[in-house]
């Protein structure tokens, strides 16, 4: 069965220094792999996606994330933070065989000024 | 949130009501979801529908109903029998392919009283 983990509830980091937030997936088989944005009482708005090719992915508002085969993970990072990116962030997972998307709990990013 | 519409934003029922949640998309996507949302649970998916006159049992679809007789439309009904309706419920539509990602609503908060 398909599953995601963020192992984070928060993260908090100062503005102007690196963040990473951590997602692991789990599937059968070949997984595409989901970034989203969430502000308080909005819809998911969409970062970025891994489906094949370059382990490197860029996404909006300068993130990134990095798929490790190996390691089943798919980190959100972002070289330098912005207190305008403190929300809740969830990694999804779709294997290639089905239509559904397995989100994680979410991970809250607090960036302090 | 893009193309993707739902009504009312805050909703209050009383208990052993039912009620319909409304989800309108102008994208021209096929496929649509109903996702619920939990504080710390993530998202959890209630239906999804991959084409006009069918859709599919989520894994919490329990109490829940829904409809697919328009293309652009997807409305969710909460049953007098969803024991614990009290959520933030979000749609969701993608356009054929399993490579796509969601566009999400805004969502819609539904309280009992």
């Known amino acids: 069965a398909q599953s995601v983990a963020q192992p984070e509830d928060q993260v908090n980091v100062a503005e102007g220094n690196p963040l990473t937030v951590k997602c692991t997936y789990s599937?059968?088989?070949?997984?595409?792999l989901f970034w989203y944005v969430q502000y308080p009482n909005r819809g998911l708005q969409f970062l970025l996606k891994?489906?094949?090719?370059?382990?490197l992915v860029k996404g909006s508002y300068g993130f990134e994330a990095e798929f490790n085969k190996s390691q089943t993970s798919f980190h959100l990072k972002k070289p330098s933070a912005l207190v305008s990116a403190s929300a809740l962030y969830f990694c999804?997972?779709?294997?290639?065989?089905?239509?559904?998307?397995?989100f994680g709990s979410g991970t809250r990013l607090l960036v302090r000024p | 949130d893009g193309g993707i519409t739902q009504s009312p934003k805050y909703l209050f029922r009383k208990e052993g009501q039912n009620v319909t949640l409304s989800c309108e998309q102008n994208?021209?996507?096929?496929?649509m979801y109903w996702y619920r949302q939990d504080p710390g649970q993530g998202l959890r998916l209630i239906y999804y529908?991959?084409?006009?006159?069918?859709?599919q049992k989520g894994d919490i679809a329990e109490g829940y109903s829904v409809s697919r007789e328009k293309k652009e439309s997807f409305p969710l009904t909460v049953t007098s029998a969803q024991k614990n309706p009290t959520a933030f419920y979000l749609c969701a539509s993608t356009p054929e392919s399993r490579y796509n990602e969601q566009f999400f609503g805004p969502g819609t908060r539904l309280t009992v009283l």
């Open positions: 599937v059968s088989g070949n997984p595409y």
């Open positions: 529908s991959q084409i006009v006159n069918d859709f």
């Open positions: 891994y489906i094949t090719g370059d382990n």
């Open positions: 999804a997972v779709r294997e290639d065989s089905s239509y559904k998307l397995i």
């Open positions: 994208l021209n996507h096929d496929a």
